[in-house]
């Protein structure tokens, strides 16, 4: 026992039963190997600290070098004595030394090392004092070595430096003597050289004068490249062969980039450039967007430097406006609207300068003419529809100026119709239909000579389809719905040409989409709901044949959600569900490219899922389903969620918070139609007082705008009249109800919706005033009686029959 105690006296003797159980088992092998018949004492000399030392060694055989020396380092003094560790310290150890996480448990398991709680922490020390000496017995023999190695290592690095000393003085030897012998050569070579000097200075001069003759017609031969190109591209567009623009600038490109780097000039740079703009004007019309951006930044940014460094010319000024302006339509392709109307502002007012000099250039006019078009369209789709029309009058004038639209120059003429399409869409939102059907007729007429001359020129059935959805739009909102759909339809057929002629061209194919929209919504307007259907399906048919994209994602997420509302309305759920998948399918493709924290990230998930274009009326989209069923509580659950994330919504500017508004207005409308049809008037009447403040701050800018605030206010007239504010209720239904007797009296008035909101002010005006205006109930009824049959089967128009029928009851 002394013995394994380390020497103690008996008395104060404190024995590991770990150690007291190894030192038996060791000495009782060393008795059977010498044939022992008893441990004896001179047995026991000597080999307590073998025991100990091999117990040590096989503890730490297999852990990490690292856990070794943590342990002898730190679990023992300086001067070998134990020293305790909180256990979390230990763990964090063994863990950077990389032993595995059951190190510690492993070595208390072997007796190694043992774990006490002193003052409520759990500490880590050697097992027994007599494992100190062992242990440092090991760190000086490990000291000893790491000392040993790194004075072996030391002298290695000294006998290395004087090797590579004696090496440079050998071959400094020889240098010098080399250098001698060249000293000599050179003296009788500088003579000769003197002599030579003089020939390869008139040789030289001679080769300036090749060279600058040479580069000299390379720049002509790279300007005619470029003018080439652009002459390619506006002759080839119309045919729909960009595709071969777009080859013969990447060959021209191939050619810059493999010219070396002593051979370029500002003028090269330059004209890479414009090849570039023209590369990437290519690409976007492929909507191969990405390649697109790439080729059109580089341009860009050449462009720029050149002009900041001084270059006014004429070719890096259009390069650099006409490349800003694919930059804002690729931007546009994309979603990112801030960005499309920055860049475009940007080219504007890059060739603004030069072509309100006295005599500005054809290419200039041309160039200044497309960027104030796409200007005015980015001005539309931002509500600014008089700064659109007044920019688009410019753009039409700087056409007009270049042949006086005299068919000599037909891409200005083409462009001038365009430029006119979209100023008939600016018009019609603001109401002016004399002056956008006087645009309009003037524009189809252009575009239809150029046709006469040109039957397949792509650009003139683009102009002609973008005028004739324009005036189909006017024309519609105006209750001409016949006319309507047959400019509609005239808009889809020139789509569809332009599509036959360039299946590639992915913005033909997204405004065919549009036009079927236009069709859809005529056909429906017009009581022709299976042709509605047809159109509905026929714009989302288009999809396998365009790439994915933003515009198309946003196109197509539109047409399915108001498929999935006719769908639902007509009570066929299994079409509504399978259109609403597809709404929720594109709309990830329309915001994918979005960043994340973006106003248009957040605002198209709930216009494109929830809400559609301004006055689509209730049941769209997510609303479809719920309304259709009659799930009131689920539909007043989902707005009013929608609710609350568009008031998280950070509008940046006038025109996103209208478009804020507008989303807003109906969530809260929704809310209020579904707690209406739960009979909870109270909340149904705070929600609509939320949704008619929120409309006043939203301008009515045409007969659409009117027809759809006027039914929010029915809506408030029936919730006042369940709360029996009957005279609040009069008050508000009154003026609607007569401005929809205004319109149903209009001869031209082909629109079946129309009636359905006539009917429906009927009824809200008999049920503000009980007991009273049951003919009113009863014109209702005729009304909705004298619909397409079709028409009368779609739920919401039999929930408003059934409505009237229940309040002709109370009247009898």
């Given at each position: 026992m002394?013995?394994i105690?380390g020497?103690?006296?008996?008395?104060n003797?404190e024995?590991?039963?770990?150690l007291?159980?190894?030192?038996?088992?060791?000495?009782?092998?060393?008795r059977?190997?010498?044939g022992?018949a008893?441990?004896s004492v001179?047995?026991l000399a000597?080999s307590h600290?073998t025991?100990?030392?091999d117990?040590?060694?096989?503890?730490?055989?297999d852990?990490?070098?690292?856990?070794?020396?943590?342990?002898?380092?730190?679990?023992?003094?300086?001067?070998?004595?134990?020293?305790?560790?909180?256990?979390?310290?230990?763990?964090?150890?063994?863990?950077?030394?990389?032993?595995?996480p059951?190190a510690l448990?492993?070595?208390?398991?072997?007796?190694l090392?043992r774990?006490?709680?002193?003052?409520?922490v759990?500490?880590?020390?050697?097992?027994h004092?007599?494992l100190?000496?062992?242990?440092?017995a090991?760190?000086?023999l490990r000291?000893?070595r790491?000392?040993?190695?790194?004075?072996?290592?030391?002298?290695d690095?000294?006998?290395?430096?004087?090797?590579?000393?004696?090496?440079?003085l050998?071959r400094?030897?020889?240098?010098?003597?080399?250098?001698?012998?060249?000293a000599?050569?050179a003296l009788?070579s500088a003579a000769?050289?003197?002599?030579?000097m003089k020939r390869?200075?008139?040789?030289?001069?001679?080769a300036?004068?090749?060279?600058?003759?040479a580069?000299?017609?390379?720049?002509?031969?790279?300007?005619?490249?470029?003018?080439?190109?652009?002459?390619?591209?506006?002759?080839?567009?119309p045919?729909?062969?960009?595709d071969?623009?777009a080859a013969?600038?990447k060959r021209a490109?191939d050619?810059?980039?493999?010219l070396?780097?002593e051979?370029?000039?500002?003028?090269?740079?330059?004209n890479?450039?414009?090849?570039?703009v023209?590369?990437?004007?290519a690409?976007r019309?492929?909507s191969k967007l990405?390649?697109?951006?790439?080729?059109?930044?580089?341009a860009?940014?050449?462009?720029g430097k050149?002009?900041?460094?001084g270059?006014?010319?004429e070719?890096?000024?259009i390069?650099?406006?006409?490349?800003?302006?694919?930059?804002?339509?690729?931007?546009?392709?994309?979603g990112?609207?801030?960005?499309?109307?920055?860049?475009?502002q940007?080219a504007v007012a890059?060739?603004?300068?030069?072509?309100?000099?006295?005599?500005?250039s054809?290419?200039l006019?041309?160039a200044y003419g497309?960027?104030l078009?796409?200007?005015g369209?980015?001005?539309?789709?931002n509500n600014q529809?008089?700064?659109a029309?007044?920019t688009?009058?410019?753009?039409?004038?700087a056409?007009?100026?270049?042949?006086?639209?005299k068919?000599?120059?037909?891409?200005s003429?083409v462009?001038?119709?365009e430029a006119s399409?979209w100023?008939v869409?600016?018009?019609?939102?603001?109401?002016?239909?004399d002056?956008?059907r006087?645009v309009?007729?003037d524009?189809?007429?252009v575009?239809?000579?150029?046709?006469?001359?040109?039957?397949?020129?792509?650009?003139?059935l683009r102009?002609r389809?973008?005028?004739?959805d324009a005036?189909a739009?006017?024309?519609?909102f105006?209750?001409h719905?016949r006319?309507?759909l047959?400019?509609?339809?005239q808009?889809?057929?020139d789509w569809?040409?332009?599509?036959?002629?360039d299946?590639s061209?992915?913005?033909?194919?997204?405004?065919l989409?549009a036009a079927?929209?236009?069709?859809a919504?005529?056909?429906?307007?017009?009581?022709?709901?299976?042709?509605?259907?047809e159109?509905?399906?026929?714009g989302?048919?288009?999809?396998?044949d365009?790439?994915?994209?933003?515009?198309?994602?946003?196109?197509?997420?539109?047409?399915?959600?108001?498929?999935a509302?006719?769908?639902?309305?007509?009570?066929n759920r299994?079409?509504?569900e399978?259109?609403l998948?597809d709404n929720?399918r594109?709309?990830?493709?329309?915001?994918r490219?979005?960043p994340?924290?973006?106003?248009?990230?957040?605002?198209?998930?709930?216009?494109?899922?929830?809400y559609?274009?301004p006055?689509s009326?209730?049941?769209?989209?997510?609303y479809?389903?719920?309304?259709?069923?009659?799930?009131y509580?689920t539909?007043?659950?989902l707005?009013?969620?929608?609710a609350?994330?568009?008031?998280?919504?950070?509008?940046?500017?006038?025109?996103?918070e209208?478009?804020?508004?507008?989303?807003?207005?109906m969530?809260?409308?929704?809310?209020?139609?579904?707690?209406y049809r739960?009979?909870?008037?109270a909340?149904?009447?705070?929600e609509i007082k939320?949704?008619?403040e929120?409309r006043r701050?939203?301008?009515?800018?045409n007969l659409?705008?009117e027809?759809d605030?006027?039914d929010?206010?029915?809506?408030?007239?029936?919730?006042?009249?369940?709360?029996?504010?009957?005279p609040?209720?009069?008050?508000?239904?009154?003026?609607?109800?007569k401005?929809h007797?205004?319109?149903y009296?209009?001869k031209d008035n082909e629109d079946?919706?129309q009636?359905?909101q006539?009917a429906h002010?009927?009824?809200?005006?008999?049920?503000?005033?009980?007991g009273?205006?049951?003919?009113?109930l009863?014109?209702?009824a005729a009304?909705i009686d004298?619909?397409p049959?079709?028409m009368r089967r779609q739920?919401?128009?039999?929930v408003l029959?059934?409505?009237i029928?229940?309040e002709?009851?109370?009247r009898?």
């Open positions: 002394r013995f105690a020497g103690s006296e008996l008395r003797a024995v590991e039963p770990s007291l159980s190894l030192i038996c088992r060791e000495l009782n092998n060393a059977i190997a010498k022992r008893e441990i001179d047995l000597g600290d025991i100990l030392a117990f040590y060694e096989r503890t730490l055989a852990q990490p070098e690292a856990l070794r020396r943590y342990i002898e380092d730190e679990l023992l003094t300086d001067s070998g004595f134990r020293e305790s560790i909180a256990e979390e310290r230990v763990r964090k150890a063994f863990a950077a030394a990389g032993a595995r059951d448990a492993t070595l208390v398991d072997r007796r090392l774990i006490e709680e002193r003052l409520d759990r500490r880590v020390e050697l097992t004092d007599v100190c000496s062992v242990v440092r090991s760190r000086d000291h000893e790491e000392a040993r190695d790194e004075a072996e290592r030391k002298l690095e000294q006998r290395a430096r004087q090797r590579a000393t004696r090496k440079a050998v400094a030897r020889q240098i010098a003597a080399v250098c001698a012998v060249l000599v050569g009788a000769f050289g003197f002599l030579n390869a200075q008139e040789a030289e001069l001679k300036q004068q090749t060279r600058a003759m580069e000299s017609a390379r720049g002509e031969a790279e300007k005619l490249i470029v003018y080439l190109l652009d002459d390619f591209y506006l002759e080839l567009e045919v729909g062969r960009l071969i623009v013969l600038s490109l050619y810059y980039d493999a070396p780097k051979l370029r000039t500002t003028e090269t740079d330059r890479r450039a414009l090849a570039l023209r590369y990437g004007s690409l019309i492929q990405d390649e697109s951006q790439k080729a059109l930044s580089d860009v940014d050449v462009l050149l002009r900041a460094q270059d006014q010319s070719a890096t000024a390069g650099l406006g006409l490349g800003l302006w694919a930059e804002a339509r690729v931007a546009g392709s994309k990112r609207r801030p960005e499309e109307r920055e860049l475009i940007q890059v060739l603004k300068p030069l072509a309100s000099a006295p005599t500005p054809v290419p006019r041309r497309t960027a078009t796409y200007l369209f980015t001005q539309l789709n529809e008089e700064a029309v007044k688009l009058e410019e753009a039409r004038e056409y007009r100026s270049i042949d006086d639209l068919l000599d120059d037909l891409p003429a462009a001038y119709a399409g100023e869409n600016a018009l019609q939102s603001l109401g002016r239909f002056q956008l006087q309009g007729e524009a189809a007429r575009a239809g000579q150029v046709l006469e001359k040109r039957p397949g020129n792509m650009m003139a102009a389809g973008l005028i004739s005036l739009g006017a024309e519609g105006d209750l719905l006319k309507a047959a400019l509609a339809e808009g889809a057929r569809g040409a332009i599509v036959k002629l299946p061209n992915q913005i033909a194919w997204n405004n989409a079927r929209q236009g069709t919504f005529w056909s429906w307007g017009l009581g022709l709901i299976r042709e509605s259907q159109q509905w399906r026929a989302l048919a288009i999809e396998p365009v790439r994915p994209s933003a515009m198309i994602g946003y196109t197509l997420g539109t047409t399915a959600g108001y498929r509302m006719l769908e639902a309305d007509l009570g299994q079409a509504a399978a259109a998948a929720r594109l709309i990830e493709i329309a915001v490219d979005l994340r924290d973006s106003f248009g990230r957040g605002f198209i998930p709930e216009q494109t899922g929830y559609g274009f006055g009326g209730l049941g769209y989209g997510g479809a389903l719920p309304l259709a069923a009659g799930e509580e539909l007043r659950n707005a009013r969620a929608s609350r994330r568009i008031e998280q919504l950070k509008a940046a500017d006038a025109q996103r209208l478009d804020k508004n507008r989303l807003l207005e969530a809260y409308r929704t809310a209020a139609e579904a707690s739960l009979k909870d008037y909340t149904a009447d705070a939320r949704a008619l929120i701050a939203i301008p009515k800018r659409f705008d027809r605030a006027s929010a206010l029915m809506l408030a007239a029936m919730i006042a009249a369940r709360q029996e504010r009957y609040e209720a009069q008050q508000i239904i009154e003026p609607v109800l401005f007797r205004g319109l009296a209009r079946q919706s009636r359905i006539l002010a009927l009824y809200v005006s008999a049920l503000a005033a009980p009273q205006k049951a003919s009113q009863a014109q209702a009304i004298g619909l049959p079709l739920i919401s128009i039999t029959r059934d409505r029928a229940e002709q009851k109370t009898r």
